[in-house]
Every structure is written in structure tokens, then in C-alpha cells.
């Protein structure tokens, strides 16, 4: 259990150093927090930006605690940002400028790229979501079943 504490807080340095040499680098999302803009198994490109240039509405990605990030920017406050999960209900603890790995441009879904900005749509199935763990269940059902009937056979 140590021992993947470890290697997960050096593959969060390993694409920060990354993120911060080459300028960017491309992710593979794995969590919910950003359903429905961001699904599981998106290809996210993080660049590297400065934190004052950040703005309300953008996607970070930051790391803390060895485990790396990707929310939305709700609120900045001098050298703090308050992010949160489209899909969580509360805000997040305050990211320092520090903490800060990139800000995502741009989202690869199914080898196409998806818009960053939520439509209404988004935001609405993210309000519900928020409130819901069923209703986040079923849409996860109802993605895979999709994806499972428009797989191209290899």
C-alpha cells in the first residue's frame, strides 16, 4: 500500500515535470468528479499556464497529497483558487498557485475532441448529478451500453 502511495506521488511529479519541461501532456481520466463534461477513460491535454492568467470557468489540473486533479475554477482569490467537480457537491479545499500542474485545452473523447466550455445541457445534467448517485449510475449504464454497441470490432 506504501509502496503505490509512492508511485502514485512520483507519476504526479513525473507530469507536472512534464507538463512544466514540454509544455504539455496528455491524461487519461479515470474518476467521476467532472461527469458530465469530462467522462471516464477522456484523454485530457493539459498545458502549461500560469496561475494568475487563470480564470472562472477553466479546468485545472493541480496535484496535492500524490494524486492529481482536474476541476473547475469557481472562484480566484490572490495566489488561492476554489475549484470544484462539475459533478461534486461541495467546493474544494483552496489549490494554492503552488499546487497547480496546467490548465486543461482540450478533451479527446472517442478520438474526438469535445468542447471545453459547459453547454446548458452540461450544466443542468450536472446540477442533477450533483444531487443524485442513481441518476450518475444509470447515465454511466447508458454510456457503457453505447459504447459497447458503437465499438468497431478489431
Known sequence: MIREAHLEAACCDLVAEVVRGAGSANLKVTGLSMFPAIWPG???????QSPDLL?????????????????RVIRV???????QGDCVPS?????????????V???CRNSRMVKLQQ?????AAAWVLRRSAWCTRILLHLHAAVQRFTAVPE
Open 77 to 83: 482569490s490572490g495566489d488561492e483558487l476554489i475549484t
Open 119 to 123: 453547454s446548458l445541457g452540461q450544466r
Open 91 to 103: 467546493f474544494d479545499q483552496p489549490v494554492h498557485a503552488s499546487e497547480v500542474v496546467g490548465q
Open 42 to 48: 477522456d484523454v485530457l491535454t493539459v498545458r502549461s
Open 105 to 107: 485545452a482540450g478533451i
Open 55 to 71: 480564470e472562472p470557468g477553466q479546468i485545472i489540473l493541480y496535484r496535492r497529497n500524490g494524486k492529481l486533479t482536474a476541476h
